[in-house]
């Protein structure tokens, strides 16, 4: 498996390693972000990761066959089909509605019995891979286990499966009314896919 400070490398060489102010997808602000989309915008990178990943989950599934692989739109949808395709498995993701509740779409589904694992590129509180976990569970789908290529949660979060990372960090990050790069009046990104409102 890629060692974790390879996958640092990767991050580094490829500009995916930014730092600065940024407002993550939870809404936490933070001094350094994961821009996972310009590393796995190399077709080999993402085979590498993907498999190495794969290799991981098997381990974390035991003797479950994993049918499934599903992913939150948009960061997880490349590392996840890459994942699946190492895997031998299916690909679906799940999209936010309307109402910024978590679904599947497109003709897009879990069948009752079926061993699914959760992929995502970065987690730091777990929140899109947990709503995830929940979508597979509410189809019947048995949840084996998640990963993602960086948690940055240092390991903390809870993705109520067992969960693996191929670099796991213990990056700063602080609720907005508390952010000490806020103080200094430093401008906050948003570079992630999806958007937050402004707290």
């Not at 102010?21 to 310009?38: D, V």
């Not at 879990?110 to 976990?133: C, K, L, P, Y």
């Not at 990963?147 to 990372?165: C, F, K, Q, W, Y």
């Amino acid at each position: 498996m890629i060692p974790a400070n390879e996958v640092l490398q990767l991050f580094e060489q490829t500009g995916a390693y930014l730092r600065g102010h940024f407002r993550l997808t939870s809404g936490l602000h933070s001094p350094e972000y994961m821009q996972c989309a310009l590393v796995l915008q190399y077709p080999e990178y993402a085979e590498r990761l993907g498999r190495d990943l794969a290799r991981a989950l098997r381990n974390l599934a035991g003797e479950s066959a994993i049918n499934v692989v599903a992913s939150p739109a948009i960061g997880g949808l490349i590392i996840g089909h890459e994942v699946a395709r190492a895997l031998g498995a299916r690909h679906i993701f799940t999209e936010r509605d309307a109402s910024g509740r978590m679904i599947l779409r497109r003709g897009l589904s879990a069948a009752s019995g079926e061993h699914a694992v959760v992929v995502e590129d970065v987690i730091t509180t777990g929140g899109s891979s947990r709503e995830v976990v929940q979508v597979l569970r509410e189809s019947g789908a048995n949840v084996v286990a998640a990963a993602s290529i960086v948690d940055r949660s240092g390991g903390r979060a809870n993705l109520e499966a067992p969960h693996t990372a191929l670099a796991t960090l213990g990056f700063t990050s602080y609720p907005p009314d508390e952010c000490p790069l806020c103080r200094q009046g430093l401008p906050v990104e948003k570079p992630g896919s999806r958007p937050v409102l402004s707290r």
